[in-house]
């Protein structure tokens, strides 16, 4: 039970571990050592498998067949940073150490198509040329009944598919004794160098010539053009190439065309490419050398195959829409992304915004409740003070001399109320009016108003006014349909808040419940 748990634990930890390899961001160095439509092709199958690899950026570079230029363009590519190099090294000798410098830095190297002379690379991938030779040759000695004169371009001095090619040939071509290899030149990969090297070729042989083997298919038509303009081709001539790529030049077509007899396919398969260098980088099992498959092109074979490249290209294009579709909907996403933010981002600002005023709205009211209550209470304060004083003095000076008679006070008393009722009754709604200005339109003092009112009434003139306030707010709470705001405005309050407290105070009951 418990070593069942270990073995489980394990299990998913080696799960674990082997998810984190895999890396999120990958930078791939391409280092091509030409610029041709076979590279092209390559390039942009590589290119088509990042829309299934968003993580995988690629950096291409071509040295147009100039080692030396190769060789600085891979020791840019390692100072960029890359995390793998795929390499299609031009020569042999001369991209070794630019090869083995980027290996010796620790970045995973893959020879694609071509080779170098040194132990130092991760893995190769590419066709075997030498076999390609070699069935070049059977296939050109069984159509020429094992007998004849042959003329080789071979191709860019150094490269090891020239070398191979060559190497496969001559081997298949060991079996035909009456076979005889009447000319060879080395041509650099391209049309001109193959028209360049049949010429020189043509220089020292003038016999008859049966086959000629270009060392890739543009060489093999550059050789028959020479032969052409020399008015050297019979017309019988089998003329034998590499590369068999279908586009509108391409050897599939120069041998659908009978421009050339039989031409091998050097595949590209960019996209088993980029399987092979995703392995490396994140750390999976690969095999160190990969060999692609090549086959013949004939002229029986090759309109079947180049309509089969049609629907490819076919595919290809809907493949690349598919994509571009993509790529505008993610950008239409972003875009609606930042909106949603910018939008969030500005409803916060404004809450945040709508918080702080509410608060100090809330402030402020309280603080005015305050000071109003502050206000009164001092009043009532300095009133009774000014009271007491006053006793004191009436004492000290003038003793008790109460001498009115009771009924003519009365009289004179509900006047004096009649008085300071009316005044306060015009100045209701000011809530800034003070006992001071009662008492000067009333032409008293504030004290003698104050003894005055609390004689009659029992209550300071403070509390007389607050009285008469609240009494005609509830009149009006009654009458009206103002509301309690209006109501406290219009009765001089400045706070509705501190209305209701005050209104509760006075008739046990809130405005709320008397309001209309
Ligand atoms: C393209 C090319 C092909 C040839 C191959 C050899 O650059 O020249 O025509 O088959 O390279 O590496």
């Not at 933010?341 to 009211?365: D, G, N």
């Not at 009365?410 to 009754?425: A, M, P, W, Y």
């Not at 003894?451 to 006014?465: M, N």
Request: hydrophobic share 40%; net charge negative; with cysteine.
């Amino acid at each position: 039970m418990k070593s069942r748990a270990t073995i489980i634990i394990l299990f998913l930890f080696s799960l674990l571990i082997s998810c984190s390899q895999e890396k999120e961001h990958i930078v791939i160095g391409v280092s091509q050592c030409s610029e041709d439509s076979w590279r092209q092709k390559l390039k942009q199958e590589l290119i088509m498998t990042t829309y299934f690899n968003p993580g995988v950026d690629l950096i291409f570079t071509s040295a147009n067949d100039d080692s030396e230029l190769q060789q600085r363009q891979i020791d840019s590519l390692v100072n960029c940073g890359i995390d793998l190099l795929i390499v299609s090294p031009n020569q042999v000798d001369l991209l070794s150490s630019a090869v083995d410098r980027a290996y010796d830095k620790g970045i995973p190297v893959i020879l694609f198509d071509r080779k170098i002379d040194s132990e130092k690379y991760t893995a190769f991938m590419g066709a075997d040329n030498f076999q390609i030779g070699k069935m070049i040759g059977h296939f050109m000695a069984t159509q020429l009944n094992g007998k004849g004169n042959v003329l080789e371009i071979g191709g860019l001095k150094g490269s090891s598919p020239a070398s191979e090619r060559h190497e496969g040939f001559i081997a298949a071509m060991e079996d035909y004794p009456d076979i005889n290899i009447a000319g060879f030149e080395h041509g650099d990969w391209t049309e001109e160098s193959g028209r360049l090297a049949m010429n020189k070729i043509l220089l020292h042989y003038d016999g008859r010539i049966d086959a000629v083997f270009g060392g890739n298919d543009r060489m093999a038509l550059g050789a028959r053009k020479a032969l052409q303009a020399a008015g050297k081709d019979s017309g019988d001539i089998i003329y034998a190439g590499v590369d068999a790529l279908p586009d509108e030049s391409g050897g599939m077509r120069l041998v659908s065309d009978s421009l050339l007899t039989v031409s091998a396919i050097y595949p590209t398969h960019g996209d088993e490419l980029m399987l092979l260098a995703l392995d490396i980088v994140n750390g999976r099992k690969f095999d160190k050398e990969v060999f692609m498959q090549s086959s013949l092109v004939t002229y029986d074979n090759a309109s079947v195959l180049l309509l089969q490249n049609e629907e490819i290209i076919r595919q290809s294009n809907y493949l690349r829409t598919m994509h571009s579709l993509t790529g505008r909907m993610q950008d239409a996403m972003e875009l609606q992304r930042v909106i949603i933010i910018l939008v969030l981002v500005f409803a916060l600002c404004i809450s945040v915004f709508l918080s702080f005023y509410v608060r100090a709205y809330r402030q402020k009211q309280s603080l005015s409740e305050e000071l109003q209550a502050q206000v009164e209470k001092v009043e009532r304060q300095r009133d009774e003070l000014e009271e007491q004083r006053d006793k004191l003095i009436e004492m000290s000076m003038t003793g008790n001399s109460d001498t009115e008679d009771s009924a003519e006070s009365q009289n004179k008393d509900s006047g004096f109320i009649l008085k300071f009722r009316n005044v306060v009754e015009s100045h209701l709604d000011d809530p800034d009016i003070s006992v001071d200005d009662i008492s000067s339109e009333l032409c008293m003092s504030r004290a003698q108003l104050y003894r005055k009112v609390k004689a009659v009434t029992g209550k300071s003139p403070v509390e007389v006014i607050r009285h008469m306030r609240l009494s005609k707010a509830d009149r009006l709470l009654a009458e009206t349909s103002l509301n309690i705001s209006e109501i406290a405005y219009r009765v001089g309050f400045s706070s509705a808040s501190y209305f209701t407290k005050c209104y509760r105070d006075q008739f046990n009951r809130l405005p709320t419940d008397v309001h209309r």
